[in-house]
């Protein structure tokens, strides 16, 4: 299954750029304010994404902070996980080259689950193949992610961080996952 991935960043404060004909007076969707300090409210939500190939759907899981090396194995461990319980033998993974993508540690732990799939005869192996620098628009994903945040806009009010994820699984229609854990520092 070919798969392409990317990360994305849901904004509770600044609304998505949108286009409407009005009559009268032009729609405006305003930057909506900060919480108080000390108040809790992530001023964003950071989600790992695969738009699948094989179905056109998208397999997505937020994440506690942002995405590092250790939550993006996680992510693809549970990728993996999801397509070997569809039969999937090789998940083709088309990606940008993004830190947390190309680092030594992600590396070594796609070559170590490989010759774990080997071994064991089962499973999901990652065949990584990486998007030329500086060429996002050849990731189909990214539109994607464009579409989604215009869908799940509030124009009269700020969305909780829940609220957010609950919408942009709606909107792609995925189940709702647990949070990818915020790695130890």
């Not at 759907?57 to 996680?74: H, I, K, Y």
């Not at 464009?146 to 792609?172: F, M, N, T, W």
Request: hydrophobic share 40%; net charge positive.
């Amino acid at each position: 299954m070919v798969g392409f991935q990317d990360e994305c960043w849901w904004t509770r404060l600044a609304q998505p750029d949108l286009f409407a004909w009005a009559a009268g007076d032009p729609l405006r969707l305003g930057a909506n304010a900060r919480d108080p300090k000390g108040a809790g409210g992530r001023e964003a939500v950071a989600c790992y994404g695969v738009l699948r190939s094989d179905t056109g759907g998208m397999m997505l899981r937020f994440c506690e902070g942002r995405p590092v090396s250790a939550t993006t194995e996680e992510f693809l461990g549970w990728v993996c996980g999801q397509l070997a319980g569809e039969g999937k033998n090789v998940f083709v993974l088309v990606w940008d080259n993004a830190a947390w993508h190309v680092s030594k540690r992600v590396r070594q732990w796609v070559e170590r689950h490989n010759r774990r799939v080997r071994r064991a005869k089962s499973g999901c192996r990652i065949r990584v193949c990486g998007l030329p620098v500086k060429a996002p628009w050849l990731n189909p994903i990214e539109p994607k992610w464009v579409h989604g945040k215009r869908a799940i806009v509030e124009p009269d009010r700020k969305l909780s961080a829940d609220e957010v994820r609950q919408r942009a699984c709606d909107y792609y229609g995925c189940k709702p996952q647990p949070l990818l854990a915020k790695p130890a520092t």
